[in-house]
Structures are given as C-alpha cells and as structure tokens.
C-alpha cells in the first residue's frame, strides 16, 4: 500500500507564493516520477511539473519559469515552488508517483487547493 500525504497550498493574493509538499510511504519499488497534476472547475487535470529519480524536470507551458519542483529521495518526498502566482493558477493540486517494475502504477494525492485572488 503506497500513500502520499500532501501539505501546503491555501490562499494568497497575485503575485505571491505558496510551496506545496508530498511524502510518499509504503511499499516503494521502481519509482520512475513524482510530480504535481492541477485540476481546476469544469476543466481537465493537467500537468505542472514532474521530476525523475535522477532530477530531470519537466513543466507545463504555463508555469515554466514560475514554478519550481524538487525532490529529495531518500525522503520519498517532491516539493513544488509556486511563485509569481495568478488567478489562473488556482486548483486542486494533486501529488503523483509513478513506479515501473514490471508495469506501470500511478499513484495520487488526495489533493490540496490553492486559490490565488486577483
């Protein structure tokens, strides 16, 4: 059973910053990526910002620039930096781990929200 526990998020006014944070735990093999997916109303979820064991990032167009993701692996845990936040960012942010062994497992967050007011 893998879990992972989200932290973080809330509230704040354009222009401001936020960090979210997600430990995973459990039987952990393989993992592969950890990142952040948003979803916002009536819209799909989308990708933020993934990174790989080794630290090769990846980010959605619209936050490249502002957003900064990290891990640390010994802690099983992956950070994102949110700065120069808009309005437009505001969603729930979902935490994901994928693990290759033999398959592909995703694995997701419960989910934090982050509001950002104009």
């Known amino acids: 059973q893998v879990q992972l526990v989200e932290s973080g998020g809330g509230f704040v006014q354009a222009g401001g910053s936020l960090s979210l944070s997600c430990a995973a735990s459990?039987?952990?093999?393989?993992?592969?990526?950890m990142g952040w997916y948003r979803q916002a109303p009536g819209k799909q979820r989308e990708l933020v910002a993934v990174?790989?064991?080794?630290?090769?990032?990846n980010y959605g167009d619209s936050v490249k620039g502002r957003f900064t993701i990290s891990r640390d692996n010994a802690k099983n845990t992956v950070y994102l930096q949110m700065s120069s936040l808009k309005p437009e960012d505001t969603a729930v942010y979902y935490c994901?781990?994928?693990?290759?062994?033999?398959?592909?497992?995703?694995?997701w967050g419960q989910g934090t929200q982050v509001t950002v007011s104009s």
């Open positions: 459990g039987s952990i093999s393989g993992i592969s990526f």
């Open positions: 990174i790989t064991t080794e630290g090769r990032t």
């Open positions: 994901n781990l994928v693990t290759v062994v033999i398959t592909r497992q995703d694995y």
